[in-house]
Nanobody, 127 residues
Framework: QVQLVESGGGLVQAGGSLRLSCAAS????????LGWFRQSPGKERDFVAA????????TYADSVKGRFTISRDNAENTVSLQMNSLKPDDTAIYYC????????????????????WGQGTQVTVSS
């Protein structure tokens, strides 16, 4: 399995931006689909975005489309999430995850599709 560590979370005002990063160790990320999920207290873990191994294909939750951008650098073994125009509803713990495979598949938005997870990073957006 690949080990994942997120960074870049913090407190930001509504309308601001944050960039989350996730570094991998243990295995190269080039054969993994990578995703970002988020979870608020008392709620389920929700899909945010995913990216194929090549970086060519991406998919986003409707709630973040047009505001968030997922990207990856296979040479550096990292995946990032650029978050712009943040809203208080974006407040959550953000997790990066890795799923074995190269292409985005039907279940890419399901947490059960991913075998490796980071520990999470807190994002708080104040109004």
């Amino acid at each position: 399995q690949v080990q994942l560590v997120e960074s870049g979370g913090g407190l930001v005002q509504a309308g601001g931006s944050l960039r989350l990063s996730c570094a991998a160790s243990g295995r190269t990320l080039s054969s993994y689909v990578l995703g970002w999920f988020r979870q608020s207290p008392g709620k389920e873990r929700d899909f945010v975005a995913a990216i194929s191994w090549s970086g060519v294909s991406t998919t986003y939750a409707d709630s973040v489309k047009g505001r968030f951008t997922i990207s990856r650098d296979n040479a550096e073994n990292t995946v990032s999430l650029q978050m712009n125009s943040l809203k208080p509803d974006d407040t959550a713990i953000y997790y990066c995850a890795a799923a074995i495979g190269t292409r985005l598949r039907v279940g890419v938005h399901l947490p059960t599709d991913y075998g490796s997870w980071g520990q999470g990073t807190q994002v708080t957006v104040s109004s």
